[in-house]
């Protein structure tokens, strides 16, 4: 019996890793899971990148549908998916609601001025305490929203139109109201 254990227990171990490893495989590396999902976005107030006298908070964005986008002039990955945003917005098929982490207003406002505003809202994170609550790892991320204020889906990376038809407009359809 002691022959049959002291083979069998690596036996075991080795399947075990090769079932995480196997799993892991599987994985889509653009869906970091979020422990957030089923949950309300995190309460903050903030300034918007626009002018620091107007403060934003959770509240104010209940209501309606939204895609939280967080986003920086210094992230090359976005301003890939800049345009793609614009193309959104210009849809009208939901808001857009920025997150400037960690930059500065006077670059973030020349970069809309100069590639097109999409955001409804934008709001400006100097110190990233509120990306951080949000789970953010890197910009790009953007969030789906409900009219209640609960994330539904979380994307790590660039939005891309393919994204936005295929995976975020049936939630979005789905969570609007009917009627």
């Not at 653009?30 to 107007?54: H, N, Q, W, Y």
């Not at 193309?87 to 960690?102: A, E």
């Not at 590639?115 to 110190?127: C, E, Q, R, T, V």
Request: hydrophobic share 40%.
């Amino acid at each position: 019996m002691n022959r049959y254990l002291r083979y069998s227990i690596p036996l075991i171990v080795f399947a075990v890793i090769a079932a995480f490893l196997f799993k892991g495989l599987g994985m889509n590396p653009r869906e970091i899971p979020s422990p957030l999902i089923g949950k309300s976005v995190p309460e903050f107030a903030l300034p918007t990148v626009e002018s620091p006298d107007t403060i934003v908070k959770t509240s104010d964005l209940q209501g309606k549908v939204y895609l939280l986008n967080v986003w920086a002039t210094w992230c090359v990955s976005c301003r890939a998916e800049h345009e793609t945003l614009v193309q959104l917005s210009r849809s009208g098929k939901v808001d857009i609601v920025g997150l400037n982490w960690k930059d500065e207003r006077d670059k973030a406002q020349v970069w809309l001025r100069q590639l097109g505003d999409p955001y409804s809202i934008n709001i400006f994170d100097k110190k990233g305490r509120t990306a951080i609550d949000l789970g953010v790892y890197g910009a790009p991320e953007t969030f789906l929203v409900d009219s209640k204020g609960i994330i539904h889906y979380k994307h790590a990376g660039p939005m891309t139109m393919q994204l936005f038809n295929e995976t975020l407009l049936p939630l979005i359809e789905d969570l609007k109201p009917k009627g």
